[in-house]
């Protein structure tokens, strides 16, 4: 990354409510008619859609991965698709941040974030693909689905049980797990970007999940301990924490000590833990890109830690479609799955 680049990078994190003022600002004088779509609420909720912007932007140019943008992009047209907006609403918004940040930003640092916003807006003149939803096309695909709509019709008791009988039949835990629960999360995660579910039913189907990990870890047969410790945590800001608690529990499995430091863990706490319980990995996990720098610091603390040999791995949503972004943040691996993460967790601490 250039100085220009670091600079645009750091101007846009330190100043994005005050880009987004302007940005929301200017979009409602040119579009009154979204004043009208979206009533008192307008500046507010265009506001919040530009922060949000600004920092995908800051965190895209100081990993220099436009995808990281360009995703977030993609997943926000999606919203819009999902509550009806057209994505002419989403274009003009982008339009409009592009020219505040030529005006605002110095001279030698607006080019790269004008590349990015015009790649983005290029992305918006492809054809729009919804997301395909959750695949019934097997048993346990077909109990994922059966155990989310028992849960949103506020039965969890009989959700879980649908979940104990399958496991009593055969299940393995490990599937109950990845090929269940997990693909159950991720599409009432998806039901609410689509505005499908409400906060408070998502959250019920999280607390549902949680609660059937617990039942389903109790139930499962550990391998002897190994001598081996795992530290796990979802960074900062990341409240999404039932896959990484999943990945926790597999490694407990495995034979591991696995300690789980849950969702929203900030630096410090991370660091705690890994010296607290002399850690031999480190497994971080990321939903969103804004979430990177977290992962990075987390990263850069415990590398500067005294007598400690750690490894770490990093997992989550932030690295979907950037998998690769693991080696430029400092990591020492990176796992799609809980299998994957025992894997290459063994890999990581014998080599």
């Keep these: 990354?250039?100085?220009?680049?670091?600079?645009?990078?750091?101007?846009?994190?330190?100043?994005?409510?005050?880009?987004?003022?302007?940005?929301?600002?200017?979009?409602?004088?040119?579009?009154?008619?979204?004043?009208?779509?979206?009533?008192?609420?307008?500046?507010?909720?265009?506001?919040?859609?530009?922060?949000?912007?600004?920092?995908?932007?800051?965190?895209?140019?100081?990993?220099?991965?436009?995808?990281?943008?360009?995703?977030?992009?993609?997943?926000?047209?999606?919203?819009?698709?999902?509550?009806?907006?057209?994505?002419?609403?989403?274009?003009?918004?982008?339009?409009?941040?592009?020219?505040?940040?030529?005006?605002?930003?110095?001279?030698?640092?607006?080019?790269?974030?004008?590349?990015?916003?015009?790649?983005?807006?290029?992305?918006?003149?492809e054809p729009f693909e919804a997301d395909a939803g959750l695949d019934d096309s097997d048993d346990q695909a077909q109990l994922a689905m059966k155990y989310l709509v028992t849960v949103l019709e506020g039965d969890s008791r009989?959700?879980?049980?649908?979940?104990?009988?399958?496991?009593?039949n055969g299940l393995a835990i490990q599937d109950a797990y990845v090929n269940v629960l997990l693909p159950a999360q991720q599409e009432i995660g998806n039901m609410w970007h689509r505005a499908e579910v409400s906060v408070a039913e998502e959250h019920l189907v999280t607390s549902t999940t949680a609660r059937m990990m617990s039942v389903l870890y109790d139930k499962a047969d550990k391998q002897p301990p190994n001598g081996l410790t795992v530290v796990s945590a979802a960074v900062a800001d990341n409240v999404h924490d039932i896959g990484i608690r999943a990945v926790s529990d597999f490694f407990e499995f495995a034979g591991w000590r696995a300690i789980c430091l849950g969702g929203n863990a900030p630096p410090h706490v991370i660091v705690d833990g890994v010296t607290c319980f002399n850690a031999s990995l480190l497994l971080l996990s990321a939903a969103l890109s804004t979430q990177l720098p977290s992962v990075r610091e987390a990263i850069q603390r415990v590398r500067e830690l005294p007598n400690i040999n750690c490894k770490i791995m990093v997992g989550g949503m932030a690295f979907a479609d950037t998998p690769e972004i693991w080696r430029q943040l400092g990591a020492d691996g990176f796992a799609r799955s809980p299998a994957e993460a025992i894997s290459i967790g063994n890999q990581l601490v014998q080599s």
């Design 1 to 125: 990354m250039t100085s220009n680049e670091h600079l645009a990078a750091e101007l846009l994190a330190t100043s994005a409510s005050a880009y987004a003022a302007f940005a929301a600002n200017q979009l409602l004088q040119r579009r009154p008619d979204l004043q009208q779509h979206f009533g008192e609420t307008a500046f507010a909720h265009w506001k919040d859609h530009f922060r949000q912007r600004v920092m995908e932007l800051s965190v895209a140019i100081s990993e220099a991965e436009p995808l990281l943008f360009t995703s977030r992009v993609k997943w926000t047209r999606a919203a819009f698709q999902a509550r009806q907006l057209p994505d002419e609403y989403l274009k003009e918004s982008l339009n409009c941040l592009r020219g505040v940040l030529q005006e605002e930003l110095p001279e030698n640092s607006r080019q790269v974030p004008a590349e990015y916003l015009d790649t983005a807006l290029e992305l918006l003149n």
């Design 158 to 168: 009989q959700a879980m049980q649908l979940i104990v009988d399958a496991v009593h």
